[in-house]
């Protein structure tokens, strides 16, 4: 077959089998767009910024496991897309992004929107590649497809110079099947050697937990940690990336780890003897400080990635390889070394997780009169039955969907957890929404995050993706105005936006539903309202109390057991009237 | 403590910047990098020399390792290993004393590869102390100019770094 560059693009694509192309076009993506126009396959979807374009790819490819892809313009166009592609960098996500480039002529010539895109994503990309020749393309999509989705997973860029996707130079094309790369090897099953020692420790263990993280989603490796953890008996707790992955409704759950994790998480990593961390980093947010991390436990980590392996915290048994084949590697080896469950060590330590368990952390005051955001969410979760995706921006309305939402398979939960990146989730849930159209797609978010990628609501009715924004409005950069109530005395540096815009007039501007809420009682009507709209997309503008902060929580320099909880339930301040 | 870490990599249009970039992006010190294609042209070898703490190049080593571009690495002080740096001095001569830096040069095994009236060119081959120790022979005063290529290294025996 006889292609041109730009055919030679969009049919790589198909037949990588490639659903949605993430874009918006430019000079230098011309012929792109022009090959596009001219089939039907592979289905475009028009963003309205080139970082909802990367939002809404991540989204998809967080919500199915496959590559999300994207294509922008040189110049503003590339850099535009720069947030999301880092953004999928930090939590591993796979995801193709084509950006066009200056004629191969003209690069280094301070060229019409010419940026060096090579240069730029550099440190936030898995690789990245510039083309320069026409018989390289397919073999260079083929092997960005390979290294963005295999071993751990990230963004790959492909570069290509406007040239080099011209319509009259045609050259033969077929698609690679397989590509092998000398330089790349990811790992698969871990070390015999190393299963053996971990084997032992799992054996003997007398206060064990097991620590899960992104790894386990990203890896598909839920089924057998579900088997792994309850063959074990441990405790389980997950990281923000990892909830999902490990049903949070199994009695063996204790919550989510770290800063805002749960007080019996923390609690019970910072007292055991073993932990089982299995695709998980020991970021700060997790680890709290370092030298007070986990004192009195011996560390075995499964990742496929050597360097997630003794980067902050020093591991006695490393275990490099994927978490699918490692946990069946363990399981094999507990089986085989007739693993027992010593009853009288798990009941003693249960009963000392559940005594922590007992002070419910996360109990908040139900009997508010401004309307609690923790209860929007939990009312969320019972309109849904716990079975919506969701996605979220950053912030506190982010932790308080984590720590409220039980989310019981892995792909539901999807934000940003290494780079923080609001303007996140609106876009996400767009591509969730077009991976799962019959699934429940809701966007948990705040009143300033909503307000960086809100344009993306114009793509979401061109394209009929019908998904629930919650907006829990506090009228504060929440996050940043709890920091500076408790680290700097109440001074709210540019936590507090004057102006806001009328959200619900904002929503049918852009063809939608909106709603405001202010009162607890209309909570739960308004949501089952907006979920019941199957076909329309509804902006829910729920006015929470303003001052409500995240607990529990672990402030900078402090440890596991040094958790700040809730002071006392029922005295925090009502929604001020604005 | 100082590592030397010889490393095949894929030659290709910023597969250096690849590894420079990740010295600076993590706060890693690189002490010195040379880099030249070998003879199978697809492939580059560096020499990278780097300090830190045994946790810290372990990391560094895992790190290049991430990099898709790198082939093959070996931290050479796990091996016995050989170090030559290559170094041209230009001195400026004055006629009393170019004898004696003729003899020095000697002791070191350089050699005078340009001459003038007033300036000797002299090149030398040797570990990077060894360099430096000839550096502090020779009077401050007289150099003009000094010029190094940073170590490269290879191991002994019959193991190599190759595909
Ligand atoms: C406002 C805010 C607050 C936060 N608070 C918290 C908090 O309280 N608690 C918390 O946990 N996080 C919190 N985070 C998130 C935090 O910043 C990190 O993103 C998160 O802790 C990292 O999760 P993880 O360790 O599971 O690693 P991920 O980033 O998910 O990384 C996955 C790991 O698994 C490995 N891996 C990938 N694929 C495989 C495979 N197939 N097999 C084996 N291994 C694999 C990777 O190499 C990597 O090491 C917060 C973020 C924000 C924005
Ligand atoms: C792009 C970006 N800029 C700044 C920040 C720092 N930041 C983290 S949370 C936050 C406030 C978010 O406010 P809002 O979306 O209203 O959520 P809330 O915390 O009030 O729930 C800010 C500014 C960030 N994470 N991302
Ligand atoms: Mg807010």
């Known amino acids: 077959m006889e292609l041109n560059g730009a055919q030679i693009v969009i049919q790589s694509l198909k037949d990588e089998g490639v659903e949605y192309i993430f874009g918006y076009p430019g000079g230098a993506v011309l012929h792109l767009y022009d090959a596009i126009f001219q089939q039907d396959d592979v289905k475009h979807i028009l963003v309205r910024h080139e970082q909802g374009a990367t939002h809404a790819a991540d989204g998809y490819a967080r919500s199915t496991g496959k590559p999300g892809v994207v294509l922008v313009t040189s110049g503003p166009g590339a850099t535009n897309a720069v947030t999301g592609i880092a953004t999928a960098y930090m939590d591993s996500i796979p995801m193709v992004v084509i950006s066009g480039q200056v004629p191969s002529a003209v690069i280094g010539s301070d060229a019409f929107q010419e940026v060096d895109m090579v240069g730029i994503t550099r440190p936030c990309v898995k690789h990245n590649f510039l083309v320069k020749d026409v018989t390289k393309i397919a073999e260079t999509i083929k092997k960005a497809f390979y290294v963005a989705t295999s071993g751990r997973p990230g963004p790959v860029v492909i570069d290509i110079p406007k040239d080099i996707t011209a319509p009259d130079v045609k050259v033969s094309y077929s698609y690679p099947k397989k590509v092998e790369m000398r330089s790349y090897h990811p790992a698969t099953t871990g070390n015999k050697g190393q299963i053996k020692k971990a084997i032992e420790l799992l054996l003997t263990a007398q206060r064990p937990v097991i620590y899960s993280g992104g790894g386990v989603v990203l890896g598909e490796g839920s089924q057998e940690l579900i088997e792994l953890a309850h063959l074990l008996g441990f405790p389980v707790t997950q990281t923000l990336m990892g909830l999902g992955a490990f049903p949070s409704t199994d009695k063996q759950f204790i919550g989510m780890l770290g800063m805002h994790g749960t007080y019996e998480a923390n609690m019970t990593m910072h007292e055991s003897d073993l932990i089982l961390a299995i695709g998980a980093r020991f970021d700060d947010r997790v680890t709290g400080k370092l030298d007070l991390f986990c004192p009195y436990a011996k560390i075995i980590h499964v990742d496929i990635d050597p360097a997630s392996i003794s980067k902050t915290v020093k591991v006695g048994v490393p275990i490099v390889g994927e978490v699918k084949l490692v946990i069946r590697q363990l399981i094999d080896g507990l089986k085989e070394a007739k693993y027992k469950i010593d009853k009288k060590a798990a009941e003693s330590w249960w009963q000392q997780v559940n005594q922590w368990r007992s002070i419910q952390c996360l109990e908040f005051d139900r009997n508010s009169r401004a309307i609690k955001p923790q209860f929007v969410i939990e009312q969320m979760y019972e309109v849904t039955h716990g079975d919506a995706f969701v996605t979220s921006d950053v912030g506190q309305h982010q932790m308080w969907a984590a720590q409220y939402y039980p989310f019981d398979k892995p792909r539901r939960w999807i934000n940003s957890g290494g780079l923080g990146t609001m303007g996140f989730g609106l876009p996400a849930a767009i591509g969730v929404k077009l991976a799962h159209p019959d699934a429940d797609v809701a966007c948990v978010t705040g009143d300033a995050s909503i307000q960086m990628c809100i344009q993306e609501l114009s793509t979401a009715l061109q394209y009929k993706t019908p998904i629930k924004i919650i907006n829990l409005n506090n009228n504060y950069l929440g996050m940043v105005r709890q920091w500076q109530e408790f680290s700097y005395e109440s001074r709210y540096s540019h936590s507090y936006m004057e102006t806001i815009p009328d959200f619900v007039k904002l929503a049918e501007a852009y063809g939608h539903v909106g709603i405001r809420i202010d009162k607890p009682e209309d909570v739960r009507p308004a949501l089952e309202k907006a979920f019941a709209m199957k076909d329309r997309t509804v902006f829910l503008d729920i006015l929470t109390d303003r001052t409500e902060n995240v607990y529990p929580m672990i402030e900078t320099g402090k440890s596991h057991h040094d958790m700040k909880l809730r002071v006392a339930i029922g005295t925090t301040t009502d929604r001020e009237l604005s | ?163």
């Not at chain 2, 170090?83 to 830096?101: A, F, G, P, S």
């Open chain 2, 1 to 163: 403590m100082r590592h030397v870490i010889a490393i095949l990599i894929e030659n290709e249009a910023g597969a250096l910047s690849r590894v420079a970039g990740l010295f600076s992006a993590r706060g890693y010190n690189i002490e010195s990098l040379t880099v030249a294609p070998t003879e199978d042209a697809s492939l580059s070898r560096m020499t990278l020399v780097t300090r830190g703490s045994e946790d810290v190049v372990e990391q560094i080593i895992k790190q290049l390792n991430k990099l898709i571009d790198v082939v093959k690495l070996i931290d050479l002080e796990e091996t016995v290993h050989i170090e030559r740096e290559l170094m041209l001095v230009k001195i400026k001569t004055v006629d009393k004393m170019r004898d004696e830096l003729r003899s020095v040069v000697d002791i070191f095994r350089g050699k005078i590869i340009d001459v003038t009236p007033t300036s000797y060119v002299i090149e030398m081959t040797g570990t990077s102390d060894k360099l430096d120790a000839f550096i502090a022979t020779v009077d401050k005063n007289s150099i003009i100019e000094v010029v190094r290529s940073g170590a490269t290294g290879i191991s002994r025996g019959e193991k190599g770094l190759h595909l």
